[in-house]
């Protein structure tokens, strides 16, 4: 409430907020902690905001490959060594979970979080924490996700991180594009008639 001259009701109700959404936890005798970010907590920061369905949800494929393909770019341009190390951890997360048979959309969220680390755009990262849970949201509730190969996603983020270590920006934008575009495909078949024709 000092350091940030607001009143101690707005602390308040951040702090409930951010337990609603998962962020925090308020332990017996030990006061309030940080929970963790994972993709429950994600989830719940925009829920119901935006109702995906047609256009909705077309609109938020298109915004998330346009920050995602920057975030390569610029990843490329302006990563460090701590990144490119952050960015590869990430990455065996992913590689680890998916052997394991597991989902693994937590550990994929995260390699493309890192990246966005790594493009040292704050209000980027920020964007991408509002759109990606709600597409993610809607791939499960809809199976999206079914007939996805894990091989050729794992190939894929190895390309991405393969250019942006190389400080590649024109091909790791390229590569971020090629592994987003079944996703920008699958939207566009779910476009409103409407809007298609539009297009």
Same mark, same amino acid.
């Given at each position: ?126 964007? /991408?924490?509002?759109?990606?849970? %709600? +597409? $993610? =949201?809607?791939?499960?509730? &809809? ?32 590569? /971020?594009?090629?592994?987003?575009? %079944? +996703? $920008? =495909?699958?939207?566009?078949? &779910? ?9």
């Amino acid at each position: 409430s000092e350091r940030f001259a607001v009143g101690r009701t707005h602390v308040r109700d951040a702090l409930r907020k951010l337990e609603f959404y998962g962020i925090l936890k308020t332990l017996p005798q030990s006061g309030t902690v940080v929970a963790g970010f994972g993709i429950n907590a994600l989830e719940g920061l925009i829920t119901d905001v935006l109702k995906l369905e047609g256009n909705d949800f077309h609109a938020l494929v298109e915004t998330r490959v346009l920050l995602e393909t920057n975030a390569a770019k610029f990843a490329a341009q302006r990563r460090s060594e701590d990144d490119i190390i952050s960015i590869s951890n990430a990455l065996n997360q992913f590689e680890k979970a998916l052997s394991s048979g597991k989902p693994a959309v937590e550990e994929d969220l995260l390699f493309h979080l890192k990246i966005a680390e790594a493009s040292k755009n704050p209000v980027l990262k920020s964007l /991408m924490l509002i759109v990606t849970p %709600d +597409i $993610l =949201t809607y791939f499960k509730a &809809n199976d999206v996700c079914g007939g996805v190969k894990p091989v050729s996603l794992l190939e894929e983020h190895h390309s991405i991180l393969n250019f942006i270590v190389k400080k590649d920006a024109v091909n790791a934008e390229k590569s /971020m594009r090629n592994h987003l575009n %079944d +996703i $920008l =495909t699958f939207s566009d078949n &779910n476009l409103n008639p409407n809007m298609k024709d539009e297009k």
